[in-house]
T-cell receptor, first 115, second 113 residues
Framework: DAEITQSPRHKITETGRQVTLACHQT?????MFWYRQDLGHGLRLIHY???????NKGEVSDGYSVSRSNTEDLPLTLESAASSQTSVYFC??????????????FGEGSRLTVL | AQSVTQPDIHITVSEGASLELRCNYS??????LFWYVQSPGQGLQLLLK??????LVQGIKGFEAEFKRSQSSFNLRKPSVHWSDAAEYFC???????????FGAGTILRVKS
């Protein structure tokens, strides 16, 4: 079955370290997104991509970067981790309307703790 | 800027009782509206969506939602709640042909027996 997987599922790191969260989808979806989930804020968009070599900033992109070298993967990098980046991170993918439904398909999340 | 408001952070209902979760949005163009559910430790699953047409939409697990343009609302309802419905529910509005969803802060549903 096609799916979207995130790794690692849990990560503890120290302030200032570089961290990369992986996201891999096998649906061949053009669109991929990274959200962070924090209590009281719901999900907030970090970065997104509408295709290979395309990346865009979301509402909370400071301190994060992404790259899209193929359809399947959108890794999220924290260049220098900060305690404020302790969160649960969700990757999602979709196919745009009208060709698709616009529905987001989510991974199971990556819980990151920055000490 | 686009925004979604879910006024209720927590709601507790008795099993078998009816449920309504509120959602108000702010978006200048035609909204693409979604409800997602998240069980503890899981990702989000789509319950239902509205793009156009009939303003009352049916979803999975017996949920429905009604789009009211005049009130900028998209409230989620279920006539009889089951204990397995306990979860967190998110309303979202989609921009750019339904992409790039903006989510509300979520409503945590607790079901008491």
């Amino acid at each position: 079955d096609a799916e979207i997987t995130q790794s690692p599922r849990h990560k503890i790191t120290e302030t200032g370290r570089q961290v990369t969260l992986a996201c891999h989808q096998t649906w061949n979806h053009n669109n991929m997104f990274w959200y962070r989930q924090d209590l009281g804020h719901g999900l907030r968009l970090i970065h997104y991509s509408y295709g290979v070599q395309d990346t865009n900033k979301g509402e909370v992109s400071d301190g994060y970067s992404v790259s899209r070298s193929n359809t399947e993967d959108l890794p999220l990098t924290l260049e220098s981790a900060a305690s404020s980046q302790t969160s649960v991170y969700f990757c999602a993918s979709s196919v745009s309307l009208p060709r698709g439904t616009g529905e987001l398909f989510f991974g199971e999340g990556s819980r990151l703790t920055v000490l | 800027a686009q925004s979604v408001t879910q006024p209720d952070i927590h709601i507790t209902v008795s099993e078998g009782a009816s449920l309504e979760l509120r959602c108000n949005y702010s978006y200048g163009a035609t909204p693409y509206l979604f409800w997602y559910v998240q069980s503890p430790g899981q990702g989000l699953q789509l319950l239902l969506k509205y793009f156009s047409g009939d303003t009352l939409v049916q979803g999975i697990k017996g949920f429905e939602a009604e789009f009211k343009r005049s009130q900028s609302s998209f409230n989620l309802r279920k006539p009889s709640v089951h204990w397995s419905d306990a979860a967190e529910y998110f309303c979202a509005v989609g921009m750019e042909y339904g992409n790039k969803l903006v989510f509300g802060a979520g409503t945590i549903l607790r079901v008491k027996s």
